[in-house]
């Protein structure tokens, strides 16, 4: 369906416009399926990104600053986010001994499991949006997308 037929609109859009439509509401659309595989779990799609950036880590801690840079939303309060982690007991975090100042966080065995329980719903939800695009096209998207955002 196009853009312009999802929004009910009758005025003429040029293709910039309706490039940041597409990008939004297909956002919204990702974004509302892939919250529906995380809300059993009680998980938010940051505090997923923020389990995952942890895993990376294959058990050494990340600072607060490290968990930030690689967020998908540089938005994100990673403090707030890593204190409702805390509280599901999915990781730790503790003072680093060699500077105070610094906090370091660690993914727990209960955050990995979780992980692991969730690593096929989230590959099924990729495919799933992919399944109408061949290889091909999904490179040139990929690709499209990359130098799109990279201005």
Same mark, same amino acid.
């Given at each position: 369906?196009?853009?312009?037929?999802?929004?009910?609109?009758? @005025?003429?859009?040029?293709? *910039?416009?309706? &490039?940041?439509?597409?990008?939004?509401?297909? #956002?919204?659309?990702?974004? #509302?399926?892939?919250?529906?595989?995380?809300?059993?779990?009680?998980? %938010?799609?940051?505090?997923?990104?923020?389990?995952?950036?942890?895993?990376?880590?294959?058990?050494?801690? @990340?600072?607060? *600053?490290?968990?930030?840079?690689?967020?998908? @939303?540089?938005? %994100?309060?990673?403090?707030?986010?890593?204190?409702?982690?805390?509280?599901? #007991?999915?990781?730790?975090? +503790?003072?680093?001994?060699?500077?105070?100042? +610094? &906090? $370091?966080?660690?993914?727990?065995?209960?955050?990995?499991?979780?992980?692991?329980?969730?690593?096929?719903?989230?590959?099924?939800?990729?495919?799933?949006? %992919?399944?109408?695009?061949?290889? $091909?096209?999904?490179?040139?998207?990929?690709?499209?997308?990359?130098?799109?955002?990279?201005?």
């Amino acid at each position: 369906m196009k853009i312009e037929d999802i929004i009910k609109t009758t @005025a003429v859009l040029n293709n *910039s416009n309706r &490039i940041i439509l597409n990008v939004m509401y297909t #956002e919204n659309v990702i974004n #509302e399926k892939f919250n529906e595989v995380l809300k059993p779990y009680e998980l %938010s799609g940051e505090q997923y990104n923020v389990l995952r950036i942890l895993r990376g880590q294959k058990g050494n801690p @990340a600072n607060m *600053s490290v968990i930030q840079e690689r967020m998908i @939303a540089k938005t %994100s309060n990673t403090t707030r986010l890593v204190d409702k982690l805390l509280l599901k #007991e999915l990781v730790t975090r +503790k003072v680093c001994p060699e500077n105070r100042r +610094k &906090i $370091e966080v660690l993914i727990t065995q209960k955050g990995l499991d979780v992980l692991h329980e969730l690593d096929p719903k989230v590959t099924e939800h990729g495919n799933y949006f %992919s399944k109408n695009l061949n290889e $091909e096209e999904l490179e040139q998207l990929n690709t499209l997308l990359e130098k799109y955002r990279n201005q």
